[in-house]
């Protein structure tokens, strides 16, 4: 049982490029969650899922875009990277129906785009 | 929009208690939480505690909520060294679908 893994750990991106993080559960968990860490901000949810084939937006979601084909996995993508996406991406995942409070993050990707 | 809102930063000795402190804005909270992040590491879930709960004990954690002033804290009793790092306050409804997370409060415990 990993619990919620990310890939990649690090990136450093150009300006333009794009890139996908995924994230992937073994808990058959059916929501799922992007956000991102900046200094002195906390966490800002993205994008999340409440199963699979469904996304919806969160608090800051321009210049993202998530899929959700397979329960287990919910792909983060940036079709053009911004210096302003440099951050930590985190995911997390929950059974949802109401056990919110079982969440679990995963251990980070760090992206830098200069 | 829902907030969160912590201070930043707490310095505390080994051995004190800490007390680190967190308001929220949306009244329909019906988990608050109280995770920790260790240097380079993801979130990890220290203890939550449901809106019709005042109080919350688990080892040297006790967690208070006061619904009526929407203020809840987080007391680490006899803290150490280990205990260095940053703790997040967040809220939920049932459901889940939309956390909202505190700024973090970086605590650090000085010998």
């Known amino acids: 049982n990993a619990g919620v893994t990310q890939t990649p750990k690090f990136r450093v991106l150009k300006t333009g490029q794009s890139m996908t993080l995924l994230c992937a559960q073994d808990m058959n968990h059916e929501y799922m969650y992007w956000y991102r860490q900046d200094p002195g901000m906390g966490l800002r949810l993205i994008h999340y899922?409440?199963?699979?084939?469904?996304?919806a937006k969160g608090e800051v979601p321009d210049g993202y875009n998530v899929s959700r084909l397979k329960k287990q996995n919910f792909l983060l993508g940036l079709e053009s990277a911004a210096p302003s996406q440099t951050s930590v991406y985190f995911c997390?995942?929950?059974?949802?129906?109401?056990?919110?409070?079982?969440?679990?993050f995963g251990p980070g990707t760090r992206l830098t785009v200069t | 929009g829902e907030d969160v809102e912590q201070s930043l930063f707490l310095s505390v000795r080994e051995g004190d208690s800490s007390v680190i402190n967190c308001t929220y804005t949306?009244?329909?909270?019906?988990?608050l939480y109280w995770y920790k992040q260790e240097p380079g590491a993801g979130l990890q879930l220290l203890t939550y505690?449901?809106?019709?709960?005042d109080m919350k004990q688990d080892q040297r954690l006790t967690v208070l909520l006061n619904k009526k002033d929407k203020h809840l804290s987080l007391r680490i009793a006899d803290t150490q060294t280990g205990d260095s790092a940053i703790y997040f306050c967040a809220e939920s409804p049932a459901y889940g679908q939309n956390f909202v997370f505190g700024p973090g409060t970086r605590l650090s415990v000085l010998p």
């Open positions: 899922s409440v199963g699979e084939g469904t996304t």
């Open positions: 505690i449901f809106s019709n709960m």
């Open positions: 997390a995942s929950n059974l949802g129906q109401g056990r919110s409070y079982e969440q679990y």
């Open positions: 949306d009244s329909s909270s019906t988990y």
